[in-house]
């Protein structure tokens, strides 16, 4: 059993739909004149609006027929204590219910429909399609499971991007969530007999990688990725006589590593100083069943090897700081591409000046060379007095070097 990837909120739900049709019966009591001040019942109002909520949807699924289907719910709502206790009659429509609940369709929607301009695999607001890597008619079954899918308007929109044919109600809405981590939990500890026992897996919600030059964070394993799961990639030295490199590692999906999640950091104590480029660096990161990881940095010529490890609870990321990583990222996205485009020029910039730097050494004209290290010290001094340089000024001053 398999996660492929995941969307939503865990806090959308029968809550949010509870807290709107709270707000909408409080107004039809002022409207009637009544203001429930006493602590008691507005407890007693919290507690009817979810038993209305609930006797509405059922009164409206057990209806077949959009001709069969009522015009009005009406329900008692009693308050007051002891011969004070009176009731009143509250309504409500299921156009009134759905328009109260737009928001909450919308989001709904979004998470299954809208497409993802981020990563890959991630948690929201990516396209069904984009995740599965499939189409949606590839999809046989949408298991309806917590007792919101209970609620008509939530069955509509599914039944409008999947198909009514595809949604399984079979399941007890409200138990079986509750079932599943009990079967899980028993799993794990191997409670399970051979023939029962399960192998789940699951997904990377976000890459991991490191920092490369110009603070740029590279991933090396996507998100998206099943665990468990390794990657690696190879890399270089980017100054002359290096004796040890840094190894930064953050997970996140932004373009600057410092806008990511920071993890940890190691070093690795390379084998002796060389020219730039001539080390050959390999990183590894090895994600393991328990979502524990471990990222490994290898010289290849030397076999001088290190590595960090990292527990599930370094890279676990709460709810609250998945949402907040993903908001950032929406709103940053232009600037990210930005600064994307930035760092492959700034990427230009250090090959050519480092190739300038190159043949300098060996030209015998003196005043040729001064020459050539002279323009280069230039270009060099300017670079460093404007650390707010643009994509366009810095391939200005390229081009004007070249000539």
């Known amino acids: 059993m398999g996660v492929k990837a995941y969307s939503g909120s865990t806090f959308l739900g029968g809550e949010n739909i509870n807290h709107n049709i709270m707000v909408f019966l409080e107004k039809q009591l002022q409207e009637k004149g009544i203001k429930l001040t006493d602590v008691l019942d507005r407890q007693r109002l919290r507690t009817f609006v979810e038993e209305f909520k609930v006797n509405f949807c059922v009164n409206y699924n057990d209806l077949e027929g959009e001709d069969e289907r009522f015009d009005d719910y009406q329900q008692l709502f009693y308050y007051g204590s002891g011969k004070n206790e009176t009731s009143v009659m509250l309504t409500m429509n299921p156009k009134q219910f759905e328009e109260i609940n737009e928001e909450i369709w919308n989001e709904l929607r979004s998470y299954i429909l809208e497409p993802r301009t981020m990563k890959k695999g991630s948690i929201k607001g990516k396209s069904i399609e984009k995740k599965y890597d499939e189409d949606l008619m590839e999809i046989d079954t949408v298991l309806l499971v917590g007792g919101s899918t209970r609620i008509y308007k939530i069955r509509d929109i599914l039944s409008e991007i999947f198909g009514s044919e595809k949604l399984d109600t079979t399941l007890d809405a409200d138990t079986c969530v509750a079932q599943g981590a009990a079967f899980h939990a028993a799993n794990e ?215």
Request: hydrophobic share 35%; aromatic share 8%.
């Open 189 to 403: 500890c191997k409670f399970l007999s051979d023939a029962s026992q399960l192998t789940f897996s699951d997904i990377i919600p976000f890459a991991i990688g490191i920092e490369v030059q110009g603070s740029k964070f590279e991933p090396i394993i996507k998100e998206g990725s099943t665990i468990p799961t390794t990657a690696e990639k190879v890399f270089t030295t980017m100054t002359d006589n290096q004796t040890n490199v840094a190894i930064r590692v953050a997970q996140g999906q932004r373009v600057s590593f410092k806008d990511n999640h920071y993890l940890g950091n190691f070093n690795l104590n390379l084998a002796k100083p060389e020219p730039r480029g001539v080390p050959q660096i390999k990183i590894i990161v090895e994600v393991q069943p328990n979502n524990q990881f471990t990222v490994r940095a290898e010289e290849i010529n030397s076999g001088n090897k290190a590595k960090a490890e990292f527990s599930r609870y370094d890279a676990s990321l709460s709810p609250d700081k998945i949402k907040e990583m993903q908001d950032e990222y929406e709103k940053h996205k232009d600037d990210d591409e930005k600064l994307r485009d930035l760092f492959k020029v700034q990427d230009q910039y250090n090959s050519i000046i480092y190739q300038a730097k190159q043949p300098a050494g060996t030209i015998e004209d003196e005043a040729v060379k001064k020459g050539i290290l002279s323009e280069v010290a230039k270009i060099e001094a300017w670079y460093g007095a404007n650390k707010d340089h643009t994509k366009e000024s810095l391939k200005a001053r390229i081009d004007e070097f070249n000539a």
